[in-house]
Every structure is written in C-alpha cells, then in structure tokens.
C-alpha cells in the first residue's frame, strides 16, 4: 500500500532569548500526534520557506524585544513585509495564525507581533485562528496554554477548507474567492480570552481561564499529545479525562482548611502548614494532573579527557567584541544609601558612540556558582574535560541543533563559566525533564505540579517571581540528579547586560561613562541568603581596587587596571532631536538619568561651538530617595543650569522627612506640577519626550500621568488621550528606554 501523507503547515518564529523558539518546537513536536507534519523555520530562515507561494496553514510565533522592536533573528523578515511597493493582494492566497509574546510592564506590548499581523492582513492574508497576546509580566501561561489547546481544531479545520476549495475550484463550482465561503468548521475563538491586559480583571481573568482550561481538557476525548495525565502521588482516581472530569467538578467541594494536612502518607493533626517550594496543599496535591509531554532529548554529550584544550579567558566571541580598560569608578552614593550606585569610565579608543546608545557588557558566571554546578552534578573531577556535544541521531525533535553559542574544543569550566545562563529561571518543559531524573517519589510529585497547568500559581510564586536559579532548584530537591546533556539542551545562552551611555564622545574624547546601581536579590524562603545581580555583582568585585568614594577626588595610582568585552547597540531612535532649535523634556529618576548626562554634555558643546544658533528649551525631571545621599550627577546637572544647557531642573526625594507637606515625591507629580509646559511642548511645540528607568513602576505611572494631562489639557475622553499618546510614539517623540 502507498504511505499515507500526512498534511503538513508551517511554523516560523522570531526569539531574542528562546521563548518564542521553544514554543515553536513545542508545536512542531507535537504535530505528529495529531497526524500532522510542521516543517519549522526560524523566520531568518528566508531559504527554508516561501510565503510567496506557501499553500499550506501558516503559524507564526512572534516575540518583542527592546523598545517593540522585533527580535535580531526576525528583523529582516519584518522590514521585508513592510515594503511599501508590495501589491495589497500580496498574501491573498495565505492563511496564518500568530501568537505574539511580550511583557505587559514595558512599551509596546506584543509590537512584533502586532506588527506582522497588520501588515498580513494589509496584504491580504487571512487570518484562521485568533491572535494570542502572551504577556509575560504575568505568565505566558494564561493566554498561551488555551491558545495552544484551541490551535489543533484550527489548524485541521483550517487545512480541510483549503482541501475543500481546492476541490470545489477543480471541479469548475467555485464561483467568488474562497474567502467570501465561510465555513462552519472553523472554531469560533473568542478574541477577549486570548489577550489579558486588564489589570483589574486580570485575577478572575486567570481564574476563568484556568477553569476552562482544566474543563476543556477533561471533557475532551483523546488526551493532547503535550498534555499527559499524571498522578504519582495524588488521589486514588483514575488517570485520564474522567478523572480530571470529576476533580474539576468537584473542585469547589476541597477545602485547605482541614484539621489533618497530609504530607505523603503521614498525618499531622492541627498542624496549618503553608505551601512552599517543595510543599504543596489541597486541592493541587490532590489534583491529577496535566502536565507538558517529555521534551525529546537531542544531544549526545561526552566528556573526555585531553592533554591540551585551549583555554579561552573571556566570552565565547570575543573576536568581535571590544576589550577596553576600566579606567575609572566612582561610587555616586553615599555609604549609608539604599543603593550603591557607581560611575565607570571605559578607554574605548576604537569605538565611536552617540548620546542615547547602550552597550552591552559581557560577564561570566560566578566562580563559585560554577563550583557549585559542578559539584552538584558530580562533575568536579572532570572540570578540564574537553565536551563533546553531537546530535542524537535518533531525536525526534524537530529543527534540533547543537548549540551555535557553545564553541568546540572547550572545557567544562569553560561551558558552565561562559556559555550557559546557569542563574536563569527553569522553564516548565525544564522541570518536566528533571522529573525524569528525580529518585525520591515526593520530590518528584512536587515537580510535576510546579509544570503543571493546575500548578501554574505555584510556579509563578515559589519559581518564576523569586527568580529561582537551577542551583536553587536542585539545592530545593537533592534526589534530582540531571546529566550534563539536559542542562545543554535546556539552559539558555548566557546573555550580555546591557548600559546606557553617560557621556558624550564630544566631552569625553575615547571615553565612554556608565552608571549602574549594584543589584541586590534579598534573602526568601527558597534563598537562604541574598546575592547580588551577575553582572553588577561582578563589576563591583572588578572594580574595588580602583574605586573612588565619594569624599575622594581622584583614582587609586594602580597601574593594573580591569578589562571587560564590550560591545556598542546603536540606538537610532534615543538620541535628541537633529534639530536644536527643537524643545525636549527627559524624565529619568535614579539611574535612569544616565543617557540624558551624555544628552546635555552634547547641548553643552554644541552651543559652546555654535553660539548663533538658536537651541529649544531642555527639562529635566530627576527623583531620588534622598537629597544627600543619592543624588546622582547633582554638581553636573546643576552645572548644567547655570551654564544655561539645560532650562529647568525639576527634582523630587521620595524619602526626606518633611515631604508630607504636598512637595512632589515622584517625577510623575512634578509632570502634574508642570503639566502646562509639558502639554505645550509635546501638543504644540512638536517637542520630544524621552523616558528612562524602572519599567514596572515609573514608566507605566509616567505613561498614566501623561494621558491624564492630555485628557484634561485637548477635554477628550480616555481612550482619545490614548491615541493621542499613541500618535506621539508613531511619530518618535515619545520614546523610552526601560528595564524590568
């Protein structure tokens, strides 16, 4: 008998740090277990796939980086879809589905993917599943689990249509486009579950969806290929939809409030425990559960012993990096502040740079982390070994690759000390691995439930928010013991961190200033003892011996100074504006006055060398905890009004005694405070406005001040002040440069 084809789509995606990709793995892996083939595609891939004459379904999978800007692996993709001379029927024959990830605490939220979506639907494609907005400022989970499950019915029902017109269109019946047939067997998606952005709703938002979730899971017929029914340790009901049916039933039914709490198979009478890490309570211990299938394995990995292995000291692409000198820190803060915040000066003889761009700075993890790792994967003896890393000829993973960030001929040391993120927060398909590799039955369990879907709470508190690292995980559940192959497969790449530039190249001849606050994670359940930022934490330890304090005037005379690998991110958007005559306002509180220090040095010499021309107005809106302790640049800002560089300096301390008397505390009541010349500048004036700092806080309160003042300044409602605010990020002049 001939073999059967199975139908096949497309799955292409664009990740800055894996997210996207994973899930676009995800869904290809899956594809067979609903008879159905992905062909996968990162969408740099141009020669892998042809949307231009694609004829199958096509599933994007779009993740935002920066300031909305689409990942590195995607931007080409997207500036091509942009051309204005494309024809409007350009993808009329296309049929898509998109699921876009971002993070709702930064701006432009799901921008890639809005971005493709627009300007498919411009050139004609229709769209056969409903758009999922992912938001991962509150856990992917809650719009991408509902989104996945719905996707399958989509795509076959999608793939039927197309069979169905293609045979309507050969037997000469088809009369109008296939567009204008709709077809009862394409799923009704509710748009409103797939997007939650309403802070507001957002708790019974995830209530409701976990609810349907769960109960859509348990009535259907046939498990889903990434969900598998497990129950180690739960409730004696069986495995399976009626068991899952009859747990979401009786849901209500199961208190935490019982006399007797059950750990394992003991009972403590009277004993209010509280769910933990490694503990959890009822109804989640006694749920079944839905957990992710078990990621492929993909890699064989080897250690072998070798005479010589060359030792690289410094980041895996040092080649095209820039090694610079430290030639100067400052500590900006007094000793008694909140924070510690420091000022480095680089030599950067051979890089160029502009007021508003970043750069990214390159650290390895900490030594004693990595002794840690090594010890804890029983690996200490065979830190020198060369690792060899192949792909399992018999993977069934789909698009799988030994990693392009892990270089050959390298060390173990080496591996964990450079290439691996092995401080990043384990992912749900990570611990549904580990489980394969924990010995203890209770450990286990509680493994299962972190990566399930009713444990999705327990995962967002005790893992996610906490930023638990994989060292704290295992440290958590000792009988884990993973092989050095799933931590390849599994840990992400060591990611640069990147700075905003505090000075300008004209001030500054082949200098280059950054500014940052020492990252401090405090101590919790789950981190007996606090620990400091990687890459802050390590720059600190660098820079000791040539420190300055603050009652110091100059550097320490030692000759030995640190190197560190650099490399520039051009921003060409965050810069001031080409024209001088142009007014603008900056907000930057803390640390995040950092790039407008280089924006004024700018100012300064620039009028300095053209005195007849004519300069708009400057504002600054600076805010600190303390006036004596942290107010960083205070001499140069300062400096900078008297010399007439910058026109107002409007500061506020959220923290001096006395502030209770209606003085602004926050750069948002000083905007409110000044709300006429803000207006006047933005509405009228065509000025700029550029923000920096903290995104979870400052920035969306910035951002909510900001429509207030337009709604009461042009007497227009809420959602037009939105548009309004809106047309000023279209137009570039209202731009961000934030962090979590």
């Known amino acids: 008998m001939p073999c059967e084809v199975k139908p096949r789509f497309v799955v292409l995606y664009g990740s800055q740090k894996g997210q996207a990709q994973s899930i676009a793995e995800g869904i290809a892996e899956e594809a067979e277990e609903h008879g159905l083939v992905a062909e996968l595609s990162c969408l740099d891939q141009n020669s892998k796939y042809n949307l231009e004459k694609e004829s199958a379904p096509v599933v994007f999978i779009a993740s935002t980086t920066g300031d909305g800007e689409p990942p590195d692996n995607a931007l080409q993709f997207v500036k091509s879809i942009k051309k204005k001379t494309l024809p409007v029927d350009h993808y009329k024959h296309l049929c898509y589905a998109l699921l876009a990830l971002g993070d709702t605490n930064y701006a432009n939220f799901c921008n890639c993917g809005k971005t493709i979506e627009r300007r498919l639907q411009e050139l004609g494609a229709e769209q056969f599943y409903a758009t999922g907005y992912a938001d991962d400022g509150v856990g992917l989970e809650v719009v991408l689990d509902p989104w996945l499950e719905g996707l399958w019915k989509a795509i076959k029902a999608a793939l039927s249509k197309m069979a169905s017109d293609r045979t309507s269109y050969l037997n000469g019946e088809a009369g109008e486009s296939p567009k204008e047939a709709p077809d009862s067997s394409i799923p009704d998606v509710q748009l409103s579950l797939l997007s939650i952005t309403d802070q507001q709703n957002l708790n019974s938002a995830k209530s409701s969806l976990e609810t349907v979730s769960k109960c859509a899971s348990a009535a259907s017929s046939s498990a889903s290929a990434t969900q598998t029914a497990v129950s180690d340790l739960g409730p004696a009901t069986p495995l399976g939809s009626d068991g899952l049916a009859s747990q979401c039933h009786d849901a209500a039914s199961v208190s935490t409030s019982k006399q007797e709490t059950k750990i394992g198979n003991a009972a403590v009478p009277g004993v209010a425990l509280a769910a933990s890490l490694t503990l959890s309570l009822p109804p989640l211990s006694e749920s079944s559960l839905n957990v992710p299938a078990l990621p492929p394995s993909y890699l064989d990995v080897s250690l072998q012993e070798a005479g010589i292995i060359e030792q690289v000291d410094g980041p895996w692409n040092k080649e095209s990096l820039h090694e610079v000198s430290i030639s100067k820190v400052v500590q900006l803060t007094r000793g008694d502040s909140v924070k510690t915040a420091l000022r480095l000066e680089l030599d ?3 890089m160029s740079y502009q007021p508003g761009d970043s750069f990214d700075v390159f650290c390895p993890n900490r030594a004693p982390e990595v002794e840690d790792m090594l010890h804890r994967l029983a690996l200490s003896d065979q830190r020198n070994h060369r690792v060899n890393i192949s792909l399992r000829k018999d993977t069934k993973k789909k698009g799988a690759l030994v990693p392009p960030y892990i270089p050959q001929n390298i ?30 039955s209770v450990q286990r369990r509680r493994l299962q439930e972190l990566c399930s879907k009713q444990g999705a709470a327990d995962y967002n508190l005790f893992v996610r928010d906490p930023s638990l690292s994989l060292l704290e995980l295992l440290a958590a559940f000792p009988s884990c013991s993973p092989p050095l192959s799933l931590l390849i497969e599994h840990v992400p790449k060591l990611q640069p961190r990147p700075y905003s530039a505090a000075s300008s190249c004209l001030r500054h001849p082949g200098k280059l200033h ?41 550097s320490s005379s030692s000759t030995d100074l640190p190197k560190i690998h650099v490399k520039l991110r051009p921003n060409c958007s965050f810069r001031p504006p080409s024209d001088p005559s142009v007014p603008f306002i900056m907000v930057g509180p803390g640390t995040g006055v950092a790039p407008f220090i280089g924006f004024l040095q700018q100012r300064e010499k620039e009028k300095q060398e053209k005195p007849e021309a004519t300069f708009g107005e400057t504002w600054l809106f600076y805010g600190c905890r303390h006036r004596d302790r942290d107010f960083l640049f205070r001499e140069e800002l300062e400096g900078f009004v008297s010399s007439g560089t910058l026109s107002h300096l409007e500061v506020c301390f959220s923290r001096d005694s006395g502030e209770e008397d209606g003085r602004p505390k926050y750069v948002q009541d000083n905007l409110l405070i000044n709300r006429q010349h803000v207006n006047d500048i933005l509405l009228k004036q065509s000025g700029y406005l550029f923000v920096c700092g903290d995104a979870k806080n400052m920035a969306k309160d910035v951002n909510d001040t900001l429509i207030e003042m337009i709604k009461t300044e042009l007497q227009v409602d809420q959602l037009d002040a939105m548009k309004t605010l809106a047309g000023l990020r279209e137009e570039k002049r209202y731009l961000q440069d934030i962090w979590g």
């Open 348 to 350: 950067i003889s051979l």
């Open 411 to 440: 060390s173990l040391l080496y591996l964990l000390t450079w290439c691996l993120e092995i401080r990043s927060v384990p992912k749900k398909a990570f611990l549904r691995a580990l489980v394969e590799h924990t010995g203890d």
């Open 514 to 554: 950054f500014v940052f606050n020492v990252v401090e994670f405090p101590a919790c359940s789950v981190r007996p003892a606090g620990r400091q930022g990687l890459c802050t934490g390590w720059l600190f330890d660098l820079i000791r011996p040539v420190l300055v304090l603050p009652e110091k005037d100059e």
